[in-house]
């Protein structure tokens, strides 16, 4: 199926393995950015799904490589099909007791990083479904999913487009 | 890795108005830690930042900005916020920051008009 010159993706995967440092959290924004606009998603849904994954970034930088900040990496991995885009934050890091989440000790321990303890709750508002999987001295994975604009939309856009009323 | 980030301090009437272009993320907040802290040695009272030509704002541009509206909280001052896009309004409104003494403003005009 050709949607406006663009070839569909179709069991595509693509994966972003980057540095697990604050300068690389830009270039995984700019990657999903990409993906995201050639998937015919709303300017508004980029964004949400950019801050999604620019937000999963920053955590596995914050948290995940405390004492071995320089060799830790991220591999954002990101899949399509006809009904979503979903991608995956993964890091190789110490994990963490999601028990932590939403307590006076997770609020403090952001502040004392100049967070507001936001991230994920940013990711659970912006994506349709969100998952978090986290193995102490393993890693943490945050799976994420934005559902992709109904395709009977995008062909009545297609048919206006394609037949101005003249 | 060059990020198109850039920030810049002056004042009006003894009002520090710190204006911000870019994105402003993990990577640069520190930056904006410091000139946001220089800002509050010189008033403690009001603090315009703007916004205007910021792109894309995280979680951690949004604490360093909480921080320092923290800092203002102690006496009673307040941060003024120009902020014109629909993208960065929305994460405020998900933040909860707005509902704070972080005062949402369209102008640079507008901000200076509220603190004077």
């Given at each position: 199926?050709?949607?406006?010159?663009?070839?569909?993706?179709?069991?595509?995967?693509?994966?972003?393995?980057?540095?697990?440092?604050?300068?690389?959290?830009?270039?995984?924004?700019?990657?999903?950015?990409?993906i995201a606009?050639?998937l015919?998603f709303?300017?508004?849904?980029?964004?949400?799904i950019?801050?999604?994954?620019?937000?999963?970034?920053?955590?596995?930088?914050?948290?995940?490589?405390?004492?071995?900040?320089?060799?830790?990496?991220?591999?954002?991995?990101i899949s399509t099909?006809?009904?979503k885009l979903e991608i995956?934050?993964?890091?190789?890091?110490?994990?963490?007791?999601?028990?932590?989440?939403?307590?006076?000790?997770?609020?403090?321990?952001?502040?004392?990083?100049?967070?507001?303890?936001?991230?994920?709750?940013?990711?659970?508002?912006?994506?349709?479904?969100?998952?978090?999987?986290?193995?102490?001295?393993?890693?943490?994975?945050?799976?994420?999913i934005k559902?992709r604009?109904?395709?009977?939309?995008?062909?009545?856009?297609?048919?206006?487009?394609?037949?101005?009323?003249? | 890795?060059?990020?198109?980030?850039?920030?810049?301090?002056?004042?009006?009437?003894?009002?520090?108005?710190?204006?911000?272009?870019?994105?402003?993320?993990?990577?640069?907040?520190?930056?904006?830690?410091?000139?946001?802290?220089?800002?509050?040695?010189?008033?403690?009272?009001?603090?315009?930042?703007?916004?205007?030509?910021?792109?894309?704002?995280?979680?951690?541009?949004?604490?360093?900005?909480?921080?320092?509206?923290?800092?203002?909280?102690?006496?009673?001052?307040?941060?003024?916020?120009?902020?014109?896009?629909?993208?960065?309004?929305?994460?405020?409104?998900?933040?909860?920051?707005?509902?704070?003494?972080?005062?949402?403003?369209?102008?640079?005009?507008?901000?200076?008009?509220?603190?004077?």
């Amino acid at each position: 199926m050709i949607i406006n010159g663009t070839p569909e993706i179709k069991d595509n995967v693509i994966i972003v393995n980057l540095p697990a440092t604050s300068e690389y959290v830009s270039v995984a924004r700019l990657s999903i950015s990409g993906i995201a606009s050639r998937l015919n998603f709303t300017v508004e849904d980029i964004e949400d799904i950019k801050i999604a994954v620019s937000e999963a970034c920053t955590n596995a930088v914050q948290h995940a490589y405390e004492n071995h900040a320089k060799t830790g990496r991220i591999e954002v991995k990101i899949s399509t099909d006809e009904e979503k885009l979903e991608i995956s934050v993964r890091d190789f890091g110490s994990g963490f007791n999601i028990g932590i989440l939403g307590t006076e000790e997770q609020k403090k321990r952001s502040e004392e990083k100049l967070g507001l303890g936001l991230g994920l709750t940013f990711i659970k508002n912006l994506m349709d479904e969100v998952e978090i999987q986290t193995i102490p001295n393993e890693g943490t994975c945050i799976r994420m999913i934005k559902l992709r604009p109904l395709q009977h939309h995008i062909s009545a856009i297609q048919l206006q487009k394609n037949q101005p009323l003249d | 890795m060059q990020s198109d980030f850039n920030i810049e301090i002056s004042s009006n009437d003894s009002v520090p108005i710190v204006r911000i272009w870019g994105e402003v993320d993990i990577h640069n907040c520190p930056q904006l830690n410091r000139v946001l802290s220089d800002a509050l040695k010189e008033n403690d009272r009001s603090l315009v930042i703007n916004l205007e030509g910021v792109d894309y704002i995280d979680s951690t541009g949004l604490g360093t900005i909480a921080h320092a509206a923290k800092i203002l909280a102690a006496t009673q001052g307040i941060v003024q916020l120009v902020c014109t896009k629909p993208q960065i309004k929305k994460i405020f409104e998900i933040s909860g920051l707005s509902q704070k003494n972080v005062n949402l403003v369209s102008s640079e005009a507008a901000a200076l008009g509220v603190t004077q």
